[in-house]
Nanobody, 120 residues
Framework: QVQLVESGGGLVQAGGSLRLSCAASESIFTFSAMGWYRQAPGKQRDLVAT???????DYADSVKGRFTISRDNAENTVYLQMNSLRPADTAVYYC??????????????WGQGTQVTVSS
């Protein structure tokens, strides 16, 4: 059973920074991609950033230039560096990973989420 454990959330003032970590229980090379999603109260869960096994990154428009996704292969950990935080970034942040299965299927894995609160 794959486990993704997030850490690093908290309360920060607008303009501040936080770094989220997601530690995987297996080698991150077994995943096609890993990433971060977020969900604010009453809203759907949206993509924040992804990083593929081939080092291709993708970011939501709202975080481009402020957030950076990276990984430490030796530690099986993916990070999300968040700078210039805004109150609109307040949400529960979830780590995500997926790998392909047989016959065109895929397996998606989620962490338990970590709260990020940005005060104005």
């Amino acid at each position: 059973q794959v486990q993704l454990v997030e850490s690093g959330g908290g309360l920060v003032q607008a303009g501040g920074s936080l770094r989220l970590s997601c530690a995987a229980s297996e080698s991150i090379f077994t995943f096609s991609a890993m990433g971060w999603y977020r969900q604010a109260p009453g809203k759907q869960r949206d993509l924040v950033a992804t990083l593929t096994i081939g080092d291709i990154t993708d970011y939501a428009d709202s975080v481009k230039g402020r957030f950076t996704i990276s990984r430490d292969n030796a530690e099986n950990t993916v990070y999300l560096q968040m700078n210039s935080l805004r109150p609109a970034d307040t949400a529960v942040y979830y780590c995500h990973a997926y790998r392909p299965g047989n016959w065109g299927t895929r397996f998606d894995y989620w962490g338990q989420g970590t709260q990020v609160t940005v005060s104005s």
